[in-house]
Nanobody, 120 residues
Framework: QVQLVESGGGLVQAGGSLRLSCAASGRTFNAMGWFRQAPGKEREFVATISYSGGSTYYADSVKGRFTIARDNAKNTVYLQMNSLKPDDTAVYSC???????????????WGQGTQVTVSS
């Protein structure tokens, strides 16, 4: 059974940083992605990464501020978030994706996510 567990969220002031982790169990995935959902909004793609880590893809809203990385030995995907803005406030979740440049979630079910709150 596939399980995805996100962690690392918290409350931070605008301009601050956080690093999120997504631990996957049950199998190793190819392309992985981070998504976020703000209150009252649809879930949106944030970033994806290939199995090797050699290819990454970012939403325009986070490009240059967020960095996705992975450690396949630990079956973990990370999201380093710098220069955070209040608009980044959301629940962040991870999922396998169809491909790096096709950020569609593979699994219909999601983990509990991790809350990121950025104060102004």
């Amino acid at each position: 059974q596939v399980q995805l567990v996100e962690s690392g969220g918290g409350l931070v002031q605008a301009g601050g940083s956080l690093r999120l982790s997504c631990a996957a169990s049950g199998r190793t995935f190819n392309a992985m992605g981070w998504f976020r959902q703000a209150p009252g909004k649809e879930r949106e793609f944030v970033a994806t990464i290939s199995y090797s880590g050699g290819s990454t893809y970012y939403a325009d809203s986070v490009k240059g501020r967020f960095t996705i990385a992975r450690d396949n030995a630990k079956n973990t995907v990370y999201l380093q978030m710098n220069s955070l803005k209040p608009d980044d406030t959301a629940v962040y979740s991870c999922n396998a994706v169809a491909s790096v440049y096709r950020p569609v979630n593979v699994f219909a079910s999601w983990g509990q996510g991790t809350q990121v709150t950025v104060s102004s």
